[in-house]
């Protein structure tokens, strides 16, 4: 495959594995996508399903009991995953952000907004001291924060939620990154500064061209925000591929049921449509298809070996515009022609 | 924020009353000190006179704000035992205790505070299983038991340190170690246990986000935020040692304020436990103060409250 010169990011066969008190899991299990410059790739899937561990194992921070077992994560053509501890650190912060769930508790409670922006400059030794305040207070306005130089010496307890995180996105675009990972940064806000948010960071994205991975298990905000979705299943991707098509057509059973979840006010007269039963426990994992106990098209196939074309789809390639990654060929197996 | 540390002035004043009460009515309920003070074939009339003579057959509360009123000017009255005022016996003493208690103290931060912070950073490598082993033994282990086999090993056998009694830093060396080897094992636990569980809040993530150095992000972002617990816990030892050092001045014929108040409390020579337990409350009271405006320093959040 043709590397792309525009992609920033490009996983390849990602597998990250956990060691738990009950054996160990593979909680990313041959992940691919890739991202290119200014776009925005949606990761979607429920808690547990292996986001929020693919993005720490791109920033390379994963906790201690979690390893990458194989694939390569290729960030403007470097392998990541070669490189050391400090080449990782002059990375993190200056070329790739993150921005956290919690604007709550992301924030260190005994330093000052100014303090916490600043260090994103002084550490990464590419401003002059006396250039650090300017700086801060330049970022400070890109992310609207009213009065920044009145703010500059105030506390994170002394801002709401949304101006918390709105010094966090300071504090992770700074230095301009080319990627950054936004691991559900508005599921704990209020829905009006949920907005605000997403459209400072598209605004942001604009300007910059930074490409942003954004978690959520929002499938309207992927809708909203996203160019591309990547849908997982218990630490697999299931399904990716441009939001449009994929949510005009979903080719796979757990994509169809999240889609007919989301709550709408035009059809305010049909039903809610849950999916039935829990994710499988990461230990002890179906011999199949994973999603094969809720899924409502199962076969016997199925359960005995993974539908071919899932496993073809994993080979596949990027997240381009125009490539599906399941032909009908594949589709036919699940559809229910023969059954209801 | 002056207003937080007027509050706390006031908390003080009235810590510092409450226990110079409690101590007056106490030492007055043990005995009668002219028992002690006149010899055995002394009449009922000659005790009376000295009663007389020292206030003690007026109502408690009349001698209670007397001393109070004495207090205000410094008087803490005459120690019948060395016939000297109370407080510059007490003064004399309480020198030797500080340098004791403030040596164990330095001991315990800067062994304790380290081995804790790496103890907590290197889980369950060899540093965090030495400072293990470390603090059992210095917590299971009383001062003065180890100070009697320090004696038993440096003074006796070795011959390298005097067994006791004051001087030069060689008398230090010892009742210092005993000491602080105690206070340093507590303070390592609780910096260790501190540590841990702020390397697990959320802004330490951010801070590895962000690519700040490893030193910067323990040293600065985790120890600031654990160091709260470990200062109180320091100042409190503060307080252990300064009045509770007895034991291990005992063993080190150390002329501490501890062996003073403890000789005192049996001969009822009540001024001096007055002056001794005054200087006591006092300097808690100060210790307190400093933490609180040590926390209020460190953060952010007490300061505006």
């Known amino acids: 495959m043709v590397t792309g010169v525009a992609d920033v990011l490009q996983v390849e066969n ?10 160990i899991i593979t909680a990313v299990d041959n992940v ?3 991202l290119s410059r200014g776009a925005t790739l949606g ?69 000052t907004i100014g303090q916490q922006v600043g260090e994103v400059f002084r550490y990464h030794k590419n401003s002059r001291k006396r250039d650090i305040r300017s700086k801060v207070l330049e ?120 889609l007919a979840a989301i709550p709408r006010i035009s059809k305010s007269g049909d039903r809610l449509r849950p999916i039935p039963g829990q994710p499988p426990v990461m230990t002890n994992l179906p011999k199949g298809c994973r999603f094969e106990p809720r899924c409502r098209l199962a076969t016997e196939r199925c359960r005995e070996a993974y539908p071919d074309w899932v496993a073809q789809k994993e080979t596949g390639g990027g997240l381009r515009a125009g490539r599906r990654q399941w032909g009908q060929n594949d589709i036919a197996v699940h559809r229910p022609s023969g059954r209801s | 924020m002056s207003k937080y540390v007027l509050m706390r002035l006031l908390q003080s004043i009235v810590t510092i009353l409450l226990v110079t009460a409690i101590v007056f009515v106490v030492i007055r309920v043990i005995g009668d000190p002219t028992h002690l003070m006149l010899p055995p074939e002394a009449t009922a009339a000659d005790r009376e006179l000295l009663r007389r003579t020292m ?63 790496m103890s907590a950073v290197y889980r369950d490598s060899w540093i ?30 070795l011959g390298w340190l005097p067994t006791g009694g004051t001087g030069g830093v060689q008398y230090l060396i010892m009742p210092a170690i005993a000491l602080g080897w105690y206070s340093a094992a507590g303070t390592m636990r609780l910096t260790r246990a501190s540590m841990s569980e702020v390397l697990e809040a959320e802004y330490i993530k951010m801070a590895k ?63 001096i436990v007055q002056a001794a337990v005054t200087l006591i409350a006092l300097s808690f009271a100060a210790i307190n103060l400093l933490v609180d405006l040590l926390y209020a320093w460190i953060d952010p959040r007490i300061r505006y409250d």
């Open chain 1, 139 to 258: 970022v400070l306005n890109r992310v609207r924060i009213p009065a920044p130089a009145e703010r500059y010496h105030s506390y994170p307890h002394q801002f709401s939620g949304g101006m918390r995180q709105r010094v966090s996105i300071a504090i992770n675009i700074g230095n301009h990154p080319d990627l950054l990972i936004a691991d559900e940064p508005t599921t704990a806000l209020d829905v009006t500064v949920q907005l605000q948010i997403l459209h400072l960071l598209r605004e942001i994205q604009q300007e910059s061209g930074m490409a942003i991975i954004f978690v959520t298990h929002d499938l309207n905000l992927v809708a909203r925000f996203c160019d591309d979705v990547a849908v997982m299943y218990a630490g697999r991707i299931v399904e990716k591929g441009p939001v449009k098509t994929v949510f005009a057509d979903p080719k796979h059973p757990y994509t169809r049921d999240l």
């Open chain 2, 128 to 157: 965090d299983l030495t400072g293990k082993l470390f603090a059992i033994v210095g917590q299971s282990a009383p001062p003065f038991f180890f100070g009697v086999l320090m004696i038993a090993f440096f003074s006796v056998h």
């Open chain 1, 32 to 34: 691919s996508f890739r």
């Open chain 2, 55 to 117: 206030g003690l057959d007026e109502p408690l509360v009349i001698q209670y704000l007397r001393f109070l009123g004495d207090l205000a000017v410094g008087d803490f009255g005459l120690s019948y035992r060395f016939n000297q005022p109370a407080m510059s016996v007490v003064l004399e003493r309480v020198g030797h205790t500080l340098v004791l208690t403030f040596t164990a103290l330095g001991i315990a931060v800067l062994i304790g505070v380290p081995i804790g912070v």
């Open chain 1, 14 to 23: 990602l597998t990250t594995c956990v060691a738990t008190r009950n054996g």
């Open chain 1, 43 to 111: 990761l979607v899937g429920e808690s547990g399903s292996g986001k929020s561990m693919t993005c720490l194992s791109i920033q390379r921070l994963l906790p201690s009991n979690s390893v990458v077992a194989s694939g390569s994560i290729r960030f403007k053509g470097e392998d990541l995953l070669t490189k050391t501890p400090r080449q990782m650190e002059a990375i993190r912060g200056r070329e790739i952000g993150m921005i956290l769930q919690d604007p709550m508790t992301s924030l260190n409670p005994v330093f």
């Open chain 2, 209 to 271: 986000i962000k690519g700040l150095p490893q030193r910067v992000i323990i040293y600065k972002h985790a120890l600031r935020n654990a160091c709260l617990p470990v200062i109180t816990f320091t100042a409190l030892q503060l307080g252990v040692l300064l009045g509770g050092a007895v034991s291990v001045e005992a063993v080190f014929a150390w002329p501490g304020l501890g062996f003073l108040i403890l000789k005192s409390i049996e001969d009822l020579d009540y001024t």
